[in-house]
């Protein structure tokens, strides 16, 4: 415990003693029929907070889903007041129809800023626009999609594979949340920067760069949550614990991309084109000369990339190994394609009841599980709740992934078919994707994700390269839940431990 949060700590007896005198004289503010956790003057609802940090994502869920509009307002300390909702009329209104009254905003910027800095995701305005501008335009390039495809594939025959076969004729237990994460470090590292951190090896090493990247998502992630953001800012002024551990960590990654750009750069001036495919040689090919402009881009599309993908995995093999009806729909697509599903885009594209599947785990984990807006001025949302300016607004999928009001009674079951048509001429499976609004895992709007294809090309290889010749097999008890916890992007605490079974 550091000497800010003691010194906080010893002053809520204190506080509590004040509040002792006001309880009689408020009203309670929690309804008969909601969650809503009770508030003070001073603290909000702090002793909530602190007692949940742990299971917010849940918490959080928990009180929406007790709600008649499935939307409630939390009281921080100091009275800061942030809006909580899973109604996807107001999410349509944050996302879309008042866009450019809802923004990332000073909070967010400045908490994210020493490690993202100025890049797409921490943005707003006009040089949000100009990075969306550039890196729309290379995302929907096809010579792109053929570099991803290559590094998935080779990444799944000569890495993935070869270490669950290991695994597998080992019956050694595996960390797969961990396998998953170095696999799309490993990626998306070769798509962003063209360079391979070969963090995905037999004795799964220590790579000085990933360690960095995720102490970096960590403590950054770990700002949001304080009760007061001036702890981690007084913090940051003397260089202390979390803030001091983070600055050594954004200096190594900063620079360590700076390195990579210089050298693109060079090789750029030397030869007057690039040969690689890769986005940031994609960036200075085409006049994206600015050190701190391309480093920026780049980092957060690192981000992007590095964890969505895995936490998508991770808790989807842990959902298909309780659902085996699912899983032998999965493995019998898989059986009807050609034995080189993994070379073949058309083929991955096409395996309907696999993205199905995919689109079910991530309703009920999507790897982002909430996002935040900060309101530039005074609003109402569709359900009638009022937002004034400064404050911020969250929609939450995980909870709108667990609402009977918009996934009707079964949305407890795990249940690929609730995006299938069945063609009755053919009999193949059609997917029906669901309003982005309802579904607002990949965001939506003009900020929806740029690389959703991409994910789910890489998703798929993955899914399809593993299932076709492995069971993976929880090590955990039967019954015993993992927990879902989150930084920037989800996460099961603890890791996801299991062993590896070749099929027959």
Known sequence: MTFIDLLLFCLIPFLFIFLIKFKKTRKNPISSNT??????????????????????????SDIILSTPKLTFTLIRPLNFHTIFTANPSNVQHILKTN?????????????????????????????????RQVASHEFNTKSLRKFVESVVDIEVSERLVPILANAAAEKKVVDIQDILQRFAFDNICKIAFGYDPEYLLPNLPEAEFAVA???????????FILPFPLIWKIKRVFGIGSEKKLRIAVEKVREFAKKLVREKQRELNEKSSLDSAD???????????????????????????????????????WLIS?????ESEILKEIGEKEEDVLMRYDEVKNMMYTHASLCESMRFYP????????????DVLPDGTFVKKGMRVTYHPYAMGRSEEIWGEDWAEFKPERWLNKDEMTGNWMF??????????????????????????QMKRVVAGVLQRFKVVPVAEKGVEPMFISYL????????????????
């Not at 990247?213 to 700002?223: A, T």
């Open 35 to 60: 969650k809503i956790p009770k508030s003070y003057p001073i603290i909000g609802s702090y002793f909530s907070i602190l007692a949940n940090q742990e299971q917010r994502i849940q918490w959080i």
């Open 99 to 131: 866009f450019s009254v809802y923004q990332k905003g000073h909070n967010s910027n400045s908490t994210l800023a020493d490690f993202l800095s100025n890049g797409i995701f921490n943005v707003d305005g006009d040089i949000w626009k100009y990075q």
């Open 489 to 504: 992007t989800a996460k099961m605490k603890g890791g996801f431990p299991v062993t590896i079974e070749e099929r027959m």
């Open 367 to 378: 790897p982002v599980p909430m996002d935040s807006k900060e309101a530039v001025k005074d």
């Open 213 to 223: 990247f995720e102490d970096c998502v960590r403590l950054s992630s770990e700002r």
């Open 279 to 317: 986005l940031l040689s994609r960036f200075l090919s085409t006049g994206h000369s600015d050190e701190d402009f391309v480093v920026d881009i780049v980092i957060s599309f690192i981000l992007a990339g590095r964890d969505t993908t895995s936490a998508a995995l991770t808790w989807f093999f």
């Open 432 to 457: 029906v994707g669901k309003d982005a609004f309802t579904y607002p895992v990949f965001q939506a709007g003009p900020r929806v994700c740029l690389g959703k294809e991409m994910a789910f090309l």
């Open 322 to 326: 309780k659902n085996p009806e699912a």
